[in-house]
């Protein structure tokens, strides 16, 4: 009963370069423009020395897909039905980016949203990796690079790309918090870095404790160019270990793989639940579109100097005008109904559940 009320009344990369952003540079579908760039000498005079620090960092601007390029499998109407383990996708977003991690090739970065209760407008947002299978990072050989990802969950439902669908809405972390905010907030996450390694290499400590204390600088001192963060507190901010034992969960390959290419491991790395104050089509709209930085630092052995990426990801709708199952005469859908029957899907889905 509640869905068909609902259906009658619902109408309607960034890699860090300190002080020269790059600007946003076309791209064609599903292709990317990567730069690397050796860049920033920092000098400083103390007793006639100079203290110079070269970062490795990368620049790029890659497209947001969706279940289209991922070939997930679809409902009725041409709405996602990807199913993950014990999870249901009614939405999802997919970005590639670049890291020392995998060089040459690409990781990626999936965002899926499924509806965990429609009585209460529970949602969870959950964050996928994908990577090469060549690629382990559970190793703890201490030869091998560590990683963090910190997910900037606490302002996600605010911020949105320029545009006038959210659905279909893309762009740059530059679109999203300002190229301002985007420099200021790479540098911080660097320096902070930097003075917790210089700290724990005195104490010896794993990753986990390394991302838990950059989270807990950057939680409540966002730099003031970053007028998103309320106060200067971003709000609830997901950390999370990219490297070490038990630092995702697995998924395991399915008819639905949402990553870029066929033969990537994928794993759930953080999850988030959201309640919604209400059915309206904004609050919900917030939760399914909403756009989520995500920042991930690479540091230690074999790395030149700390690696810093800034990725916006947020889901993306199918292709609009898309009919399926053609054979029972469903009808051509525009982006206004198709956002209804996606929100329609997740939460039968929840229900089903």
């Known amino acids: 009963m509640f869905i068909i009320f609902f259906l009658y009344t619902l109408s309607f990369h960034h890699y860090w370069k300190p002080h020269q952003l790059n600007p946003k540079t076309p791209i ?18 103390l007793h ?50 670049n890291s020392l991690l995998s060089s040459p090739q690409p990781l990626t970065w999936t965002l899926s949203v499924q509806a965990i209760s429609n009585q ?12 090469p299978p060549t690629v382990n ?18 302002v996600a439902t605010k911020l949105r790309f320029p545009g006038t669908d959210p659905e279909y809405d893309q762009g740059t972390c530059s679109d999203a918090i300002t190229a ?17 390694l210089r700290k724990e290499e005195r104490n010896g400590s794993s990753t986990m404790s390394v991302c838990t204390r950059l ?3 950057l939680r409540d001192h966002a730099p003031s160019s970053c007028a998103i963060a309320v106060d200067g507190k971003w709000g609830d901010l997901l950390v999370r270990p990219l490297t070490g034992q038990n630092n995702s969960l697995p998924i395991p390959k399915g008819s639905c793989h949402p990553t870029t290419k066929d033969d990537y491991d994928i794993s759930l790395v953080a999850a988030n639940r ?5 059915r309206n089509t904004s609050d919900i709209q917030a939760v399914l579109f909403g756009v989520t930085p995500i920042m991930t630092l690479v540091f230690g052995n074999g790395v030149p100097d ?17 009919a399926a199952n053609k054979d029972s005469g469903a009808a051509v859908l525009g982006p206004r109904s198709r956002f209804v029957l996606i929100v329609a899907t997740i939460l039968v889905s929840s229900v089903l559940w």
């Open 28 to 45: 064609s579908h599903r292709s990317i423009q990567t730069r690397l760039n050796m860049v920033f000498f920092r000098s400083t005079s």
């Open 48 to 97: 006639h020395s100079i203290l110079v620090s070269i970062i490795l960092s990368h620049s790029s601007y890659a497209e947001i897909v969706s279940c289209d390029e991922a070939k997930c499998p679809t409902g009725s109407y041409n709405t996602p039905q990807c199913v993950l383990g014990n999870m249901t996708a009614g939405a999802i977003g997919i970005s590639n980016f």
């Open 120 to 131: 209460n407008n529970v949602f969870e947002r959950d964050f996928i990796l994908g990577k």
């Open 137 to 154: 990072l559970q190793q703890t050989n201490s030869s091998q690079p560590q990683a963090c990802s910190i997910f900037f969950e606490g």
């Open 180 to 196: 301002a905010c985007v420099n200021d907030l790479r540098t911080q996450g660097y320096d902070d870095l930097k003075n917790i």
């Open 215 to 217: 989270g807990n600088a």
């Open 274 to 278: 959201i309640s919604t104050a209400s």
């Open 306 to 322: 700390v690696e810093v990426d800034l990725t916006c990801l947020k889901t993306v709708g199918l292709k609009a005008g898309t």
